[in-house]
């Protein structure tokens, strides 16, 4: 995490309220999501288990690739820090 910010909470020109700011990123690494289904799934034709439904499986298989892909992007959060201070 690199950040940086300006203000101070204890302000030396005897205001009493002063806003610190501090802005910069948080790397974290690749996200990694992994789902998993349990239980019984009705539909117009029918009920069947979700677990061991071999074309849910797939469908689930696939949606969690594509979820994996885009969370790759995502090695870098940004942080925005804003605080309000009051000095009696």
Same mark, same amino acid.
């Given at each position: 995490? %690199? /950040?940086?910010?300006?203000?101070? %909470?204890?302000?030396?020109?005897?205001?009493? !309220? /002063?806003?610190? !700011?501090?802005?910069?990123?948080?790397?974290?690494?690749?996200?990694?999501?992994?789902?998993?289904?349990?239980?019984?799934?009705?539909?117009?034709?029918?009920?069947?288990?979700?677990?061991?439904?071999?074309? /849910?499986?797939?469908?689930?298989?696939?949606? !969690?690739?594509? %979820?994996?892909?885009?969370?790759?992007? %995502?090695?870098?959060?940004? !942080?925005?820090?804003?605080?309000?201070?009051?000095?009696?």
């Amino acid at each position: 995490m %690199l /950040t940086a910010g300006f203000g101070n %909470l204890i302000p030396r020109s005897g205001q009493h !309220i /002063t806003i610190p !700011i501090e802005f910069g990123a948080a790397f974290t690494g690749q996200p990694h999501m992994n789902v998993e289904l349990h239980g019984t799934a009705c539909t117009t034709e029918g009920c069947f288990d979700a677990a061991i439904d071999p074309t /849910t499986q797939l469908n689930l298989k696939a949606e !969690i690739a594509r %979820l994996n892909s885009n969370l790759a992007k %995502l090695t870098v959060y940004p !942080i925005l820090t804003v605080g309000v201070a009051y000095r009696f």
